[in-house]
């Protein structure tokens, strides 16, 4: 956790910062609202760990409109976090962070897409932004088992049950995989389908399945920022010919 650390400590950390965006949301009857703060804070300290990286505490409210109805949850709204994330990454940057990783713990943040292009056309080659969605299918396929696992369910509840397992309510967790694909949730809440507020097969989750999860991820999650970071390097995002 590099907010732990003085600021003579944060010199000896290379030019590469990690911000992990979680959300505070219900996670069912089983798991704590802190879910993903919690995970994604795990995430980017590991990551940071292998990139010597300076990583920010995780961003505990972002946007989650489609969890609305359940008291607990707290979001704003999407113009407010988009600016919220550009002026982080400035300060950064400014700092002489040139490779800023955002690491996206809550699948529903979709304005990181528009807020990160934006900041490479603006920054690059002087910085650069890799956004990171750590849900890599392919990682997963062999230890998840449900195809269909968006929210509270096999995944979340593994990792949960490996980082903290004192927090995991497994005789609360059940099964349920609605009729509608994801993109519904333009059209109501989460309960609208998901009356348990699961999406997925909690009941299968293990800690094993989690720490292996969390192991995958990690591997991935450096190969692909150093790809992304290595393309980056002095390009330009426009090409003039
Ligand atoms: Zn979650």
């Given at each position: 956790m590099s907010y732990l650390k003085t600021i003579d400590e944060i010199k000896g950390f290379g030019d590469t910062a990690v911000i992990p965006a979680g959300s505070l949301e219900q996670h069912g009857h089983h798991l704590p609202v802190g879910t993903d703060i919690i995970i994604a804070q795990s995430m980017a300290d590991r990551i940071g760990e292998r990139l010597n990286a300076y990583v920010l505490p995780c961003l505990p409210i972002t946007t989650a409109y489609e969890h609305k109805g359940k008291r607990g949850s707290v979001w704003m709204n999407a113009?407010?976090?988009?600016k919220m994330l550009c002026d982080i990454v400035i300060n950064l940057k400014d700092q002489g962070f040139k490779k800023v990783v955002i690491l996206k713990g809550h699948g529903g943040i979709f304005v990181m897409d528009p807020a990160i292009r934006h900041l490479n056309a603006e920054l690059?080659?002087?910085a650069a932004?890799?956004?990171?969605?750590?849900?890599?299918?392919?990682?997963?396929?062999?230890?998840?088992?449900?195809?269909?696992d968006?929210?509270?369910?096999?995944?979340?509840?593994?990792?949960?049950?490996?980082?903290r397992p004192d927090l995991v309510k497994m005789d609360l967790?059940?099964?349920?995989?609605?009729?509608?694909?994801r993109p519904f949730l333009q059209y109501g809440s989460f309960f609208h389908y998901c009356p348990d507020g699961v999406w997925?097969?909690?009941?299968a989750a293990t800690a094993e399945k989690g720490r292996l999860c969390l192991e995958a991820i990690?591997?991935?999650?450096?190969?692909y920022i150093q790809k992304i970071f290595s393309m980056t390097e002095g390009r330009s995002y426009g090409k003039t010919e």
């Open positions: 113009d407010t976090f988009y690059m080659p002087r932004v890799c956004l990171l969605d750590p849900t890599f299918p392919a990682a997963l396929n062999g230890i998840i088992g449900c195809a269909n968006l929210h509270s369910g096999e995944y979340e509840t593994s990792v949960m049950l490996h980082l967790a059940v099964d349920h995989i609605p009729d509608v694909p997925g097969t909690a009941t990690t591997a991935e999650s450096i190969r």
